[in-house]
């Protein structure tokens, strides 16, 4: 298994350029979810999905869509990139089934919007 | 508003000696706590957990005690290792089980343990 693949590892931007974030898991999970990574703000959920077709905002939603339109993959969009988009953009996902289940998260995705 | 809080942004201490972390939430509906751990150019991995109705868990090194009535968690590592040099999140979930499936992080603790 390989896990929670995320692509591109590394990206970098002009302000008002698009650009999607692909992640996919293989565990069969339901869930799925974004976050960010800043400096001194830990991980901040961006958008969620509990199930293919499905999708929900967190956090901090603004200037990002998604999309699940397969179980196995969650899609991140910037529409019109800004330079306070520059973060690292973790994926994760969890079964759910149980309590104790816990989330499974990706390496990272670092982008930095010029 | 944030709901869970690490207070101490890094510590630093001697191998083979305890590392104690922190952590605060404010939420009542939490009942399910969770502590990842993170390596730079990583994604976070799961260390441990607890749920609301144990006031200790324990694996290995790392024990992970929950004072309900002080909205209050800490992870001990004992003894601490260079390995375990990492960023440590707090994370906390309100129905586990049913019908909640989001974590709430605290912002991270950055441990060094010095050789």
């Known amino acids: 298994n390989a896990g929670v693949t995320q692509t591109p590892k590394f990206r970098v931007l002009k302000t008002g350029q698009s650009m999607t974030l692909l992640c996919a898991q293989d565990?069969?999970?339901?869930?799925m979810y974004w976050y960010r990574q800043d400096p001194g703000m830990g991980l901040r959920l961006i958008h969620y999905?509990?199930?293919?077709?499905?999708?929900a905002k967190g956090e901090v939603p603004d200037g990002y869509n998604v999309s699940r339109l397969k179980k196995q993959n969650f899609l991140l969009g910037l529409e019109s990139a800004a330079p306070s988009q520059t973060s690292v953009y973790f994926c994760?996902?969890?079964?759910?089934?149980?309590?104790?289940?816990?989330?499974?998260f990706g390496p990272g995705t670092r982008l930095t919007v010029l | 508003d944030q709901q869970v809080k690490q207070n101490s942004p890094s510590l630093s201490v001697q191998e083979g000696r305890i590392s104690i972390l922190n952590c605060d939430y404010t939420n009542s509906m939490f009942d399910y706590f969770l502590w990842y751990k993170k390596y730079p150019a990583e994604g976070p991995t799961f260390l441990i957990s607890?749920?609301?109705?144990?006031d200790k868990n324990e694996d290995g090194r790392f024990t992970v005690f929950l004072n309900k009535s002080a909205k209050h968690l800490s992870l001990h590592i004992v003894p601490s290792q260079p390995g375990d040099s990492a960023v440590y999140f707090c994370a906390a979930s309100a129905g586990s089980g049913g019908s909640n499936y989001k974590l709430t992080f605290g912002k991270g603790t950055l441990l060094t343990v010095n050789p």
């Open positions: 994760a996902s969890t079964a759910w089934a149980r309590s104790t289940d816990t989330q499974y």
């Open positions: 565990m069969n999970h339901e869930y």
């Open positions: 999905s509990v199930g293919e077709g499905t999708t």
């Open positions: 607890i749920s609301s109705i144990k």
